[in-house]
């Protein structure tokens, strides 16, 4: 039998675990490609050097409820990188002032302990304790917009000052723009199961239910539930401070909401490569997915010099406009599906100051900008202070993240223009005008898929759709966060598997 072959196409950290799942399910004999289009591994996660200490640019952290990451990273070897944050909390400038981030809420959507004074105004206030004596009319299995629904219901003060600032952090967009189902899932279940408004939903969302650890997943099984499909907030230009996943469950009492990488994510990334034994093609655009009489033909590289690579199988870890035109002609209405996922643009600018020159820089580990704030940055993730192995040389390192969906155009300046705004912001948030020792500007140009009204939908038709030994991954489905990718690139690597010419054997 001649050695079974797949192609995975994408070498972000979706790829990346498939091609190691793979690796494991085949065996050493498995030809195992991976082709990425860019210059590096990684995709959104990606490690630099900033003023001498590893520095991620992309995701800086990962939701330690999830057993994918720490699972991973025991296989892997690397437990004793995983680092969690410090007791730092988080803080959020709305209404021309920085508080604390309030307690008791779900993502922004108050519960009946939410304690919002500071945050929003007497009428503010007002509003989200009436919202509980109003009668809520809502059909199981409906779908709505969440930033209209939370103004319908609490106001606006709710929706720009909290959950916009959180769950656009999350995804790089708007929350008039993301879909309940697929970003808060936990609250649309409360809804449908018959909650009378959207404090108790948030009530029901938020209480206290099976406490036993979650079973890990990286054997597959199916895609994750609504619960675990929530996104954590470590994604591009993320909103570092949520201390829930999406689905609303709160973690066990006294264990680390999150984790990270000692070294950056660039440590796992490299792992997963010298794991899986693939051979990883750099600068390799697949222009056609071809469907053959046994398995699948990809034409890599330019028109005027195509190759064509022969596999069983394909695993399409790649973002959703690239799922599309490559599945046009083999899965039509998946590929229908994957182009209506639209995408965001944010950037990250890094910067590393002298300790005696970031003196005023408050001992938070961020804050979030709420969306009506005239500020240049959308948050500002104080690392030093979050990680205390990003400021162990003395120094003092932080994140600024701009842009937001349908903002594309306000990024389209120079590098030196981006670091300005990210100065001014610093200045106006935390008194510091002293420059930077070091520098670094990541732009993420359609970073971060969209999760809209329908979202859910269009993924089970993208799934339920896809021709056998074909299988897609990545943040376009089930999660935006680390674990949620890993998961996906894991499950894809397990759906194609059979087809390769023989029975896995792991």
Known sequence: MSARRVAVVGGGVSGLAAAHRLRTLLGPS???????????????????????????????????????????????????????????????????????????????????????????????????????????????????????LLRSRFGDEVADRLADPLLGGVYAGRVDALGLRATVPALAAALDTGAPNLTAAADTATSPRDTRAPRPRLAGGGPPTPRESGSESAR????????????GQAPQPGAPVFGAVRGGYRRLLDALVAAAGA?????TTVRELQRREQGWRLVLGPTTAPEALDVDAVVLAVPAPA????????????????????????????????????????????????????????????????????????????????????????LQVDDAELVARARDGLSALAGITAPPVAVHVQRWGGGLPQYAVGHLDRVRTIEQGLPPGVAVAGSALHG???????????????????????????
């Open 30 to 148: 498995a030809a195992i490609t991976v082709l990425e289009q860019r210059d590096r591994i990684g995709g959104v996660l990606h490690t630099v050097d900033l003023a001498g200490t590893a520095f991620d640019v992309g995701a800086e952290a990962f939701l330690a409820r999830r057993p994918e990451v720490p699972a991973l990273l025991a296989e892997l070897g690397l437990t004793a990188e995983l680092v969690h944050p410090t007791r730092a909390t988080a803080s959020v400038r709305a209404g021309g002032r920085t508080g604390p981030l309030p307690g008791g809420t779900l993502l922004g959507v108050p519960t009946s302990a939410a304690q919002l004074d500071g945050l929003l105004s007497e009428a503010g206030l007002a509003a989200v304790a009436a919202e509980r004596h109003r009668p809520l009319t809502w059909r199981a299995g409906d779908d709505v917009a969440l930033g209209g």
């Open 323 to 410: 799922v599309a035109r490559l599945l046009a002609d083999a899965a039509p209405d998946a590929a229908r599906a994957a182009g209506e996922i639209e995408l965001a643009s944010s950037a990250v600018v890094a910067l590393a100051y002298r300790a005696a020159d970031a003196a005023t820089l408050p001992p938070t580990s961020g804050v979030l900008v709420a969306a009506d704030e005239p500020l240049p940055v959308k948050a500002m993730t104080h690392s030093s202070n979050k990680w205390a192995h990003l400021g162990a040389d003395g120094l003092v390192r932080l994140r600024a993240s701009l842009g937001r969906f349908g903002e594309a155009a306000t």
């Open 236 to 247: 591009v230009g993320g909103s570092e401070h949520v201390s829930r996943d999406v689905g």
């Open 480 to 506: 935006v966060g680390v674990p949620a990718c890993v998961a996906t690139g894991r499950q894809a690597a397990e759906r194609v598997a059979p087809a390769t010419n023989g029975t896995p054997v792991g």
């Open 279 to 283: 051979d990883v093609r750099l600068r």
